[in-house]
């Protein structure tokens, strides 16, 4: 059995799962999809500031005519005032009243203008702390896209890359070895578990003498502990 050639093979298959796994946990990452969902609901919220600054500005324009009315009222009074059909005092007390009461209506009117006013001014600063949250997230949105694109081609270039690599050694391997290797795969990962230290790196149980000696002189034994093949590097290798 070409165990050396094999560890390589097994090597590259690990790299492989890991490129795998990260591919997946960006295709998997549902940050985009938040962010997207985000971006919709400061949407919302900047079209409901923008509407109920329209409603304001309506009612504003609607108190402005209701002044207007109140005022030419006001000065039909006064001229009414003067007229001859004010001829006692009853009659003058009475449209005095309703001069001032005309006159206190436009101010409570003014009072409501003034606080439409100052709800616009600060519906105003929301929405402009809410449009500047959008660019934000839009931008956020672009570059995590674009960085998530760059990360996926670089990795299925990474992945093509390890695939070749990995066809070339399975070449060069006999067939035997490779049938033995893809039946131990089905209990491991890393079929191959190389010595170090006198150890199993795949369960960091330690050699027999005897066991090591032998593989150490070419022999394809494997782990007491794990069953894995061990494999004996020389430091030349
Ligand atoms: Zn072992």
């Known amino acids: 059995m070409n165990l050396s050639r094999l560890y390589e093979l097994q090597l590259r298959e690990l790299e492989l799962k890991v490129v795998d796994g990260k591919i997946n946990k960006l295709e998997s990452d549902d940050l985009l999809y938040r962010l997207k969902q985000e971006y919709s609901d400061l949407k919302n919220q900047y079209l409901l500031l923008k509407e109920s600054i329209s409603e304001e500005k309506k009612q504003g324009e609607n108190k402005k005519k209701n002044i207007r009315q109140l005022?030419?009222?006001?000065?039909?009074?006064?001229?009414?005032?003067?007229?001859?059909?004010?001829?006692?005092?009853?009659?003058?007390?009475?449209?005095e009243k309703q001069i001032v009461d005309v006159e206190n209506n436009i101010k409570s009117e003014i009072k409501k203008i003034d606080a439409l006013t100052n709800k616009i001014k600060k519906t105003n600063i929301e929405m402009i702390d809410v449009k500047k949250k959008l660019a934000f997230i839009k931008n956020k949105f672009e570059k995590t896209k674009n960085e998530r694109t760059d990360e996926l081609e670089r990795l299925a270039k990474e992945k093509i890359e390890i695939k070749k690599l990995t066809e070339e050694i399975k070449k060069s391997i006999d067939e035997n070895s490779l049938s033995e290797y893809t039946k131990q795969k089905r209990w491991f990962n890393d079929p191959i578990s190389l010595i170090v230290s006198r150890k199993c790196t795949g369960c960091s149980v330690g050699i027999p003498s005897i066991d090591y000696e032998a593989v150490r002189d070419g022999d394809v034994l494997k782990c007491e502990s794990c069953g894995r093949f061990l494999l004996y590097k020389k430091k030349s290798d």
């Open 71 to 95: 005022e030419e009222n006001k000065s039909n009074y006064e001229k009414l005032k003067y007229s001859a059909e004010i001829n006692n005092a009853k009659k003058l007390k009475m449209i």
